[in-house]
């Protein structure tokens, strides 16, 4: 059932990106001895097709937008809403999906990230056993949220860096702080502990890379999103 759901999704993100071309490509004027004559669209070749697709970056807005945000939001990333606007959520989400693709974590929608949203890898929990669960894949920097063996959410991340790990391991949420938390090596939110004082927290400082200082950062709109969701005694898992 799970192939033939990934070929039904690949098969409507391709008609997106068909109707997507319809609206972005331009229009090619003919241009006569009496000047210029009415625009037409002329067939394109596959490969100027795929390279007419907008390159999408912090700031861009409009329809191509819209596009990207509804098949990442297909694909269980954690999208904000779909607005056509590419903030700073979207950002995350795009800096998710590229890690998860395991190709160049720059924020920007180009070529090869196009190309991965028609033919994605879609990730699979790694304890397929409980009915809810966190997972937090060290190696690519993101947090999935899992329900009866599927992912459901992935969320963009920064653990702890080389100097300060992040403990690998089986955990559960042990305590939450429904609020900021001033630690002696800063300021959490809404972090909810699973080792000791190692928590999943918000915060305003979400690097690309591995960055904290061994607790598991996402941003602070990210947190507010995930907070209902999560509960004491959920498990955690934490793993490379």
């Known amino acids: 059932m799970r192939a033939i759901h990934t070929r039904l999704?690949?098969?409507?993100?391709?008609?997106?990106?068909?109707?997507?071309?319809a609206v972005v490509l331009p229009s090619v004027v003919t241009i006569g001895a009496e000047g210029p004559a009415s625009a037409a669209i002329e067939p394109?070749?596959?490969?100027?097709?795929?390279?007419?697709?907008?390159?999408?970056?912090?700031?861009?807005?409009?329809a191509a937008v819209?596009?990207?945000?509804?098949?990442?939001?297909?694909?269980?990333?954690?999208?904000?809403?779909?607005?056509?606007?590419?903030?700073?959520?979207?950002?995350?989400?795009?800096?998710?999906?590229?890690?998860?693709?395991?190709?160049?974590?720059?924020?920007?929608v180009g070529p090869v990230t196009w190309a991965r949203l028609a033919s994605p890898t879609v990730p699979a929990p790694r304890h397929a056993s409980s009915s809810a669960a966190v997972e937090i894949d060290l190696s690519l920097r993101v947090v999935y949220l899992t329900r009866n063996g599927a992912v459901t959410l992935v969320v963009d991340a920064s653990p702890g860096k080389p100097s300060t790990p992040t403990p690998p391991g089986s955990f559960t949420i042990s305590r939450r702080i429904d609020g900021w938390r001033q630690s002696?090596?800063?300021?959490?939110?809404?972090?909810?502990?699973?080792?000791?004082?190692?928590a999943l927290h918000g915060s305003t400082s979400v690097p690309t890379y591995a960055a904290s200082?061994?607790?598991?950062?996402?941003?602070?709109?990210?947190?507010?999103?995930?907070w209902p969701v999560l509960f004491i005694g959920e498990r955690l898992y934490v793993y490379r």
């Open 9 to 21: 999704l690949r098969r409507l993100w391709l008609a997106v990106l068909t109707a997507l071309l």
């Open 44 to 62: 394109q070749p596959a490969s100027v097709a795929h390279a007419a697709l907008p390159i999408l970056r912090l700031g861009s807005h409009g």
């Open 66 to 108: 819209v596009t990207l945000q509804q098949r990442l939001t297909a694909l269980h990333y954690d999208v904000a809403g779909v607005d056509g606007v590419f903030g700073e959520n979207t950002l995350h989400v795009v800096y998710a999906f590229q890690k998860v693709q395991k190709i160049d974590v720059d924020g920007v």
């Open 184 to 198: 002696d090596l800063g300021p959490l939110w809404r972090p909810n502990y699973f080792y000791g004082g190692y």
């Open 213 to 226: 200082h061994g607790c598991v950062r996402v941003s602070i709109a990210a947190m507010n999103r995930l």
